[in-house]
Nanobody, 115 residues
Framework: QVQLVESGGGLVQTGGALRLSCAAS????????MGWHRQAPGKQRELVAA???????NYADSVKGRFTISRDNAKNTVYLQMNSAKPEDTAVYYC?????????WGQGIQVTVSS
């Protein structure tokens, strides 16, 4: 019954911006940390950004100063604002939501940055 719906991906030019959204719905309770991971072709999945229910954030060094993670607890939604996009940001981005019982993952959404 739980589903994570990701949106906002697509094609953007180098230096441009995108805003990813991930909304959790269904029988999900006790949401704690939320975050985004990404996986580029031939690469391992890596953490991009995470945010606690209290608003503390953590970013990969490669995106610090360019990306901003935020959340709306009333809407069970986490966002990733991607500014100053680079070709190396091209990847499938996966939303993840941690609850008291387990973690949930989105299907993944493609982000492509043209050079």
């Amino acid at each position: 019954q739980v589903q994570l719906v990701e949106s906002g991906g697509g094609l953007v030019q180098t230096g441009g911006a995108l805003r990813l959204s991930c909304a959790a719905s269904g029988s999900i309770f006790g949401i704690r940390d939320m975050g985004w991971h990404r996986q580029a072709p031939g690469k391992q999945r890596e953490l991009v950004a995470a945010i606690t229910r209290g608003g503390d954030t953590n970013y990969a060094d490669s995106v610090k100063g360019r990306f901003t993670i935020s959340r709306d607890n009333a809407k069970n939604t986490v966002y990733l604002q991607m500014n100053s996009a680079k070709p190396e940001d091209t990847a499938v981005y996966y939303c993840n939501v941690a609850t008291i019982q387990r973690a949930y993952w989105g299907q993944g959404i493609q982000v492509t940055v043209s050079s």
